[in-house]
């Protein structure tokens, strides 16, 4: 089957001007200024933008999608994602990863409910491993489960400089890296190693501890939660500035910002103003999630869930309200984390690539309509 797609403004997410794009069975088959198809008309279907806005789907680094939580007791674990909320966001790429709790909740459940979305349309991925040391895997090994397991691209997400952290030593965050990154070789992955960063003194000094006591790159590494406060965005600039990459989240409500969260437009717009390398930097949504709230005791005060529509919603915001260009706000929620995470088909709108993607009004940028492998999956 054939969609053509006419008169796109197209952003790959670099802007390319008004632009074709050709899908066939799910893949981006040509991009160019004109294209005319000469078959039987009821061979393909064609699909008028009329100068909308064509980007790339979005991909998320970080979605709790069997749910998150509850650090309150079990009335406060949280909801399964489902493909219906799912759908309208233009997240099409989703990284699922356990949470706090890895007792009730397992990898094997995370490799499940990624089948599940993926056989409704989307395209899921996960991490292996969970908050603690040792982690939890379904074979038995981190290597193993990248190894064997399709959707598995490496370990995630590993709690450090938290106080729900396993408070393990550098070595046995090393042997976890380095097994991921020896597992990603073997399967043609990048065995990313995915840390979620707490409030902790620490800050991201374990990571910098990793990379001075081992052999092992600092491009296997990739922290989230790096918006939390200011002094873990500022470690985190100059982690970005030592090769790394960084990731902020965007679920988030009104407390944590007076806290002192960083927000992402905000943190994107201060890289920019900085000359700092972009390219390396990612919003996730955190989706699903519990969002505690603790107050300066350590006890537990209240509870909220990340959402999956915040991704879009923070780079929208970057656009309109803090003058980040498009094609930056789009990089950070598509080209960057597929780039990060090593996932070669996805996170672009070139030939070859996997034809997801989101149509989005010029003057709004409201979300129009979404694309996954080729299909239209939500359209407004
Ligand atoms: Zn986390």
């Known amino acids: 089957m054939l969609t053509l797609l006419k ?27 004109h294209i005319e198809l000469k078959s039987n008309q009821a061979l393909f279907s064609t699909l008028d933008l009329a100068g909308a806005i064509l980007a790339p789907g979005f991909v998320d680094a970080l979605v709790h999608f069997t749910g998150g939580g509850g650090e309150g007791g079990f009335a406060y674990r949280t909801a399964e994602l489902s493909f219906d909320e799912a759908a309208p966001t233009g997240v ?40 603690h040391l040792p982690v939890k895997t379904i074979t038995g090994s981190i290597e193993q489960d990248i190894v064997l397991i399709p959707e598995m ?17 550098v070595q046995a965050f090393i042997e976890v890296v380095a097994e991921a990154r020896v597992a990603g070789l073997l399967a043609g992955k ?57 990731d902020f989240t965007t679920s988030t409500i009104p407390q944590f910002i007076e806290e002192g969260e960083v927000s992402c437009p905000q943190a994107l717009k201060t890289i920019l103003d900085k000359g700092l390398a972009w390219q390396r930097v990612s919003f996730s949504s955190d989706a699903n999630a519990s969002l505690p709230l603790f107050n300066s005791e350590g006890e537990l005060v209240g509870m909220q869930a990340g959402k999956l529509e915040s991704l879009y919603e923070a780079a929208r915001q970057a656009v309109q309200g803090y003058d980040v260009p498009l094609e930056v706000a789009l990089s950070v929620i598509s080209a960057n984390p597929a780039k990060i995470l090593g996932l070669t088909n996805k996170g672009k709108l070139a030939k070859g690539f996997d034809a997801d993607m989101v149509v989005l009004a010029p003057d709004t940028l409201e979300i129009k309509q979404v694309i996954a492998k080729g299909q239209s999956i939500w359209a407004k």
């Open 7 to 33: 008169n796109a403004q197209l952003y790959s997410p670099s802007p390319k001007g008004k632009m074709d794009l050709l899908i066939a069975n799910g893949k981006i088959a040509e991009i160019a200024p």
């Open 92 to 131: 099409t790429t989703l990284v699922g990863a356990l949470g706090t709790d890895s007792v009730t909740r397992s990898p094997a459940q995370v490799l499940g409910k990624a089948r599940e979305l993926t056989a409704q349309g989307l395209s899921c991925y996960c991490y292996t491993g969970s908050y």
């Open 153 to 169: 691209i490496g370990v995630g997400e590993i709690a450090i400089a938290d106080h729900r952290a396993s408070q393990a030593s």
């Open 190 to 246: 990048k065995g990313i190693s995915f840390f979620h960063v707490g409030d902790g003194k620490g800050k991201l000094s374990m990571l910098r501890e990793i990379i001075a006591q081992s052999d092992l790159s600092i491009t296997q590494l990739y922290p989230t939660h790096c918006n939390r406060n200011q002094a873990l965005f500022n470690d985190a600039l100059a982690f970005l500035n030592e090769g790394g990459a960084i």
